[in-house]
């Protein structure tokens, strides 16, 4: 059973996602905060898998931390690490003018691709 907590991670997850969508159906959309969401989703969905098993959220922003956080868990994490590998470039590289990095369409797409997967993947241990 999921308590509110987590619940409540990955509900925070499902409003990056639902923002993503409202902005992809955009004519002239902005990658970069898509990448951003998309990054945003899969820390809070591997949160809320960490939660789920009690454990110590740490105020981490690196995907691979808390990959390696939850296969202490299941180590069938390790399925998703390209995913996480990939959504880890766009946290600060989307948001900070001296890291500022243009991502393109495609970016931003595969973005949601992969943080769409971790979902799926997370919901999946959890139910």
Not at 37 to 60: D, I, M, N, P, T
Request: proline share 2%.
């Amino acid at each position: 059973m999921l308590t509110d907590y987590v619940k409540s991670w990955f509900s925070r997850a499902d409003e990056d996602l639902a923002l993503i969508a409202v902005l992809l159906k955009e004519k002239a959309f902005f990658p970069n905060p898509i990448c951003f969401h998309a990054e945003q989703a899969a820390e809070k969905y591997l949160k809320g898998f960490l939660a789920h098993h009690e454990l110590h959220v740490r105020k981490v922003h690196d995907l691979e931390t808390l990959v390696e956080d939850c296969k202490k868990v299941d180590q069938s994490f390790e399925e998703v690490l390209d995913d996480v590998i990939f959504l880890n470039q766009f946290y600060i590289e989307s948001r900070y003018p001296d890291d500022y990095i243009v991502f393109s369409s495609e970016d931003s797409k595969e973005a949601c691709v992969r943080a769409e997967k971790i979902k799926e993947f997370v919901l999946g241990k959890v139910k």
